[in-house]
Every structure is written in structure tokens, then in C-alpha cells.
């Protein structure tokens, strides 16, 4: 619960800032877009960690054929734990190396006080 609390504490931050986009520099844009792009990754991932806890303390709620757990972390269905768990985490991470990438490269173009290099 507190992963969901800390996720809806980020959305209304971003929600929050959305009006004063114009006085964002670049990175600070290029941030807000990676995490505002991260969200639903990361609302996916906790929410398989809010249903494994449930599976865990009240037994199996929810079954697949056969009566195993569908969001058990040991015998949970595979095709579940690869789908909301490991991808989800890598998408988070893998966005967010792309968007470094981006950022480094527009840094580059840029000297460091943000005016461009002469010849460059």
C-alpha cells in the first residue's frame, strides 16, 4: 500500500506541475516526460505486488485451471509473473536509460552553461 500511496503522490505531483511546462528547461522536460511515461509501468508492477500479498495472506483468491495461484510469487502462473513483474521493470528501466541517453547527447550539443559551442 505504500508503493500505491507514494505512485498516486507522484501522479498529482505531475498533475500538479502540468501548468508551468513553459518554465521547464530541457531536462526538467525531459524528465517529467520519463517519469510521466513510467506510470502506468510502474501502476502495472504494483499492482501484481498488491495481488500477490492478497494471494498470500487470504489463500487462493484468484485460480487458474488446475487450483494453483494465478499471482503466487513461488507457483503463480509464469506467463503473469514475466508479464507484470519483469516487464514491467524493464520498460521502467529501459525508458528512462533512453531518455539519459537523449538527455547526455542534447548536453553534448550544448556547452555546459546551455549556450551552444561556436563551430558546433
Known sequence: MV???AWALILVSLIILFPHWKAFGRTAR??????LGSM?????RILYGI???WDLKKGVVVTIPGGASRYGLLNG???VLVGMRVLMEFLVVGGWNIMGIFEGRWAEAK???GV???GA
Not at 30 to 35: D, E, L, P, R, S
Open 77 to 79: 502462473d509464469v506467463g
Open 30 to 35: 525531459a524528465f517529467y516526460i520519463g517519469v
Open 3 to 5: 508503493s500505491l500511496t
Open 111 to 113: 556547452g555546459e552553461d
Open 51 to 53: 495481488l500477490a500479498a
Open 116 to 118: 551552444k559551442e561556436e
Open 40 to 44: 502506468p509501468f510502474l501502476f502495472v
